[in-house]
């Protein structure tokens, strides 16, 4: 089994910074693509970001697009998203989520590995 842990989330004003990382443990070999989702009072959860095993195929959702940056660094079995000029509508609990497949994907449903949250919030 794997497990997904995510942290450094917190409150930032507009414009401010954050940089969530994503600490995966047990059988952590299993996973390949790992992603960004989000979630907001109300809403559907939505894919943000997403990276291939060796980091070098990103996917973003286009309201996070030159906003975001995911990354991460398998040795340490860490995926990483770094937000900067955030913005109120960035508000919500942040995922991250793992799969056992080497392509990017946006969908949910490919993922089979989820952390609890942290949440962010971004005040104006």
């Known amino acids: 089994q794997v497990q997904l842990v995510e942290s450094g989330g917190g409150l930032v004003q507009a414009g401010g910074s954050l940089r969530l990382s994503c600490a995966a443990s047990g059988r952590t070999f299993s996973i390949y693509t790992m992603a960004w989702f989000r979630q907001a009072p109300g809403k559907e959860r939505e894919f943000v970001a997403t990276?291939?095993?060796?980091?070098?195929?990103?996917y973003y959702a286009d309201s996070v697009k030159g906003r975001f940056t995911i990354s991460r660094d398998n040795a340490k079995n860490t995926v990483y998203l770094q937000m900067n000029n955030l913005k109120p509508e960035d508000t919500a609990v942040y995922y991250c989520a793992g799969g056992r497949f080497s392509a990017t994907s946006p969908s949910r449903d490919d993922y089979g590995y989820w952390g609890q949250g942290t949440q962010v919030t971004v005040s104006s």
């Open positions: 990276i291939s095993w060796s980091g070098g195929s990103t």
